[in-house]
């Protein structure tokens, strides 16, 4: 590579306008796979791609974030699957149900109830109705066909839903319970996915965001990726979801287990964010809420944020969209403020915050929006590691702007001082143009006038950002006036 950029992590002791743009990559049910879409409108979304979670994660974006979403279907290598269905019967009945198909997506508790009694095929036919998503919303009532047979129009879903009378058919009342897990997929599917962001050269967008639980294995895929696209010249980070707690697992033992999952991943300049945690988001498709990964939330917020410097969890920039209380009474599954861990572990968690309503990305004891850098890095907060990144992206412009230019050399080959001077100069106004006061307060280039360029032909550049910083705590002292110290006039 012509032109390169080296981090120097001291642990504190392209020219355009900053893309802002999410990359969500995840399986669909329809649309071309491995094919990257600009996306600025839901009905194309859906037209495109039709239902699943990179439907739902993007759908999210374009309704709660800013600007163009890109859109990548990723290839799914294994199938969806239904839980066992459960019925509840009232007296008299004997209906039955039973799934078929597969699952094009998660549903965490889907409840069909009977709302008229009757025999499938009569004389008096039966009607249902469906929620998908636990009894908070659910679909117009429909009478039960003559065969029994019901695939829903009203939800892409992928599964067929077989009504039985048994002995005495159906009574108004009856409930059948089951949950879904959508499709999967597996590292090489992945990989193909980022190889095809990686060639698309033209796209401008600042991270991406991979839809599905990612472990340690997952983690270290995407990092070599990353470095692939700094070996292409650009510079970006990726939004990982740490998995969901499993059935009859704590919130103890779900912390536990994904923080020694990732306890050796490091992303050295902090461009991979593990989220944790699940919650209930409304869905920008159906308007129903389903139980997800809240990076969707957090993907959201991102490209919501006015600069890349910005503080995620800010306070005045409101909690973060779409989350919702589900019908079992809670909105998020892990809040760090309650249960604290995670934060400490790097990685990035949502909470609740006294005094303010809703929930804020960060954690009680430095309030910060965690990378998986070391915990001593420059990097290790993603309004550190943003304005860095950006900084890359722009030096790559700049420096290949002055390639093949003559270069004012001393008679040991070293840089001519003036001419040195007059670069440091260029680079700066041009850097401070784009970054400051936005992202950095300012930004200093420095040559290096020791190098001998005449036999390296390389010219040794360091940039030195002067970063903001954060009200992480906020210390009030309060008494009550003493009248017997007030001096009398």
């Known amino acids: 590579m012509l032109v390169t950029v080296t ?19 995840g399986i669909a049910n329809a649309g071309p796979t491995n094919v990257l879409n600009p996306i600025t409108d839901k ?54 149900l039973s799934i078929s198909g597969t699952p094009n997506d998660s549903y965490r508790l889907i409840i069909v109830e009977i709302t008229a009694a009757g025999l499938v095929a009569g004389p008096t036919t039966p009607s249902a109705r469906i929620s998908w998503d636990g009894g908070a919303n659910f ?35 009856d ?43 997952i983690f270290a895929v995407v990092l070599s990726e990353l470095n692939l696209m700094r070996q292409d010249g650009r510079f970006a980070w990726a939004l990982l979801e740490a998995r969901d707690a499993n059935t009859g697992e704590t919130e103890l033992q779900w912390m536990t287990a994904i923080k020694a999952d990732f306890s050796a991943s490091v992303a050295p300049q902090g461009q991979i964010v593990v989220q944790a945690g699940y919650g209930y988001l409304t869905s920008a498709i159906s308007g129903r809420s389903y139980w997800r990964s809240l990076a969707t939330t957090v993907a959201a917020r991102v490209t919501n944020s006015a600069d890349y410097a910005e503080h995620l969890g800010e306070i005045a920039k409101g909690p973060l969209p779409g989350i919702v209380k589900g019908p079992d009474g809670i909105s998020i599954y892990h809040d760090e403020r309650k249960k604290p861990g995670l934060a400490q572990a790097r990685f990035l968690t949502i909470a609740s915050v006294i005094g303010q309503k809703g929930y804020f990305i960060g954690d009680p004891a430095t309030y910060s929006p965690a990378t998986f850098a070391q915990p001593t890095s420059d990097y290790k907060k993603t309004h550190f590691m943003r304005p860095a990144i950006r900084t890359a992206n722009l030096c790559m412009v700049i420096g290949s702007a002055i390639l093949g230019q003559k270069i004012e050399v001393n008679r040991n080959g070293t840089i001519n001082s003036r001419f040195a001077s007059e670069k440091e100069q260029l680079f700066s106004k041009q850097l401070s143009t784009y970054l400051v006061p936005a992202d950095l307060i300012s930004v200093e280039v420095q040559i290096d006038r020791n190098v001998n360029i005449k036999t390296t032909g390389k010219v040794p550049v360091k940039v030195i950002m002067n970063s903001y910083a954060y009200a992480e705590k906020v210390d009030f002292t309060i008494a009550f006036l003493n009248p017997n110290l007030v001096t009398v006039v």
């Not at 981090?7 to 990559?25: H, M, N």
């Not at 979304?45 to 699943?52: E, I, N, P, R, S």
């Not at 009203?154 to 048994?166: A, H, R, V």
Request: charge should be negative.
């Open 43 to 96: 009905q194309s979304l859906t037209d495109t791609y039709v239902g699943g979670p990179l439907v739902e994660a993007d759908g999210f974006q374009l309704a709660n974030g800013t600007g163009t979403g890109y859109a990548l279907r990723m290839a799914s290598t294994g199938a969806g699957s239904t839980g066992t269905v459960t019925p509840t019967l009232k007296p008299g009945s004997a209906g039955a």
């Open 175 to 217: 409930l059948f319970t089951f949950s879904a897990t959508g499709p999967t997929w597996n590292s090489t599917s992945l990989v193909n996915a980022l190889e095809a962001l990686r060639q698309d050269e033209a796209a401008d967008w600042e991270f991406f965001h991979v839809i599905g639980p990612a472990s340690s294995a």
């Open 7 to 25: 981090f120097l992590d001291g642990q504190f002791g392209f020219l355009t306008e900053a893309p802002r743009a999410c990359v969500s990559i």
């Open 139 to 173: 679909d117009p009532e429909f009478s039960i066909p003559i065969g029994g047979v019901y695939t829903p129009t009203t939800q892409p879903s992928g599964l067929t839903f077989n009504f039985t009378n048994g002995a005495g058919g159906f009574k108004t009342g």
